[in-house]
């Protein structure tokens, strides 16, 4: 089976840094992949870890560990546009299990 | 086009009712999944076709779903004597191939079953 678990909101303030966790328990793991989701749009493509370490993408980073299960997104410089939903999900094969996402709120 | 388009954007119809679903993927993309995203939910997978096959059929919630694609490119969703608990929105996706390539997500068919 599949379980993938991030926390369901998370608050912080524009300029500062928020961090987003997500640990995994899946039958199989080819690669994990982040997602940005607004409200009442289809998820967008953020970042995708194979290997453990860190993936640095301007603003965004993600890591990843795999005898962990674990990975988290990394946001720097928050801006008010960054207020989405982040989805979790791990791929095996052709099939990404997405995790239920977490709301970030960017407040001024 | 650019990007994955979907239609209808938006369907309303009455308990009961066959709906029919359409994503366009992008052009030369082998791999076309659908998914559905309940309110306030992650994204369950339901169905992949790489080409015009469907390998794993296996998420689809019941015997009322079914989904095919020609040419290896439209794919459409169909949903027989659709139910309340069928409201979501419908979400397609495409990649250039199954192996753990980025998907590229259309912007979704919001279904209201009344």
């Known amino acids: 089976g599949q379980n993938i678990d991030q926390p369901t909101e998370m608050t912080a303030t524009e300029g500062a840094i928020v961090q987003i966790n997500c640990t995994y328990q899946?039958?199989?793991?080819?690669?994990l992949f982040w997602y940005q989701q607004h409200a009442g749009e289809a998820p967008t493509f953020l970042s995708y870890n194979v290997l453990d370490g860190l993936e640095e993408k301007g603003r965004f980073s993600s890591f990843l560990s795999r005898s962990k299960g674990y990975s988290y997104l990394l946001l720097k410089e928050l801006q008010m546009k960054d207020s989405a939903s982040y989805l979790c999900?791990?791929?095996?094969?052709?099939?990404?299990?997405f995790g239920a996402g977490t709301t970030v709120t960017v407040r001024a | 086009g650019a990007g994955v388009s979907q239609s209808p954007s938006n369907k309303v119809t009455e308990k009961g009712k066959d709906v029919e679903l359409r994503c366009d993927p992008i052009s030369g993309h082998t791999a076309l999944y659908w998914y559905r995203q309940r309110l306030g939910q992650g994204l369950e997978f339901l169905i992949y076709?790489?080409?015009?096959?469907?390998?794993?059929k296996s998420g689809l919630p019941s015997d009322r779903f079914s989904a095919e694609r020609t040419g290896e490119s439209v794919s459409t969703l169909t949903i027989q004597r659709t139910q309340q608990e069928d409201s979501a929105v419908y979400l397609c996706a495409s990649s250039l191939d199954t192996a753990n390539y980025e998907q590229y997500f259309g912007p979704g068919t919001r279904l209201t079953v009344t």
């Open positions: 999900a791990v791929s095996n094969d052709y099939k990404l299990s």
């Open positions: 076709f790489q080409g015009n096959s469907a390998p794993d």
């Open positions: 899946t039958s199989g793991f080819n690669g």
